[in-house]
């Protein structure tokens, strides 16, 4: 299965639709990590709804970090 990360900057609304597909089966993987540089972002809180790993970075190094430590196959 393919390990998705989804980078968000507002609500979330394209995240919702991707969970919502996963949840479905309608794609062949899991999201399973969430990030955004804005850490009133809604989208973090709806990847947390769904139990989602999800985290405010604003540093570029670090998040590439991150997706690595994820093992994110797919952004």
Known sequence: ???IAVLVSGGGTNLQAL??????NKIDGEIVFVASNRMKAYGLERARNHNIKAECIKDQNLLISRLKEEKIDLI
């Open 19 to 24: 969970i919502d597909a996963a949840l479905e």
């Open 1 to 3: 299965m393919v390990r």
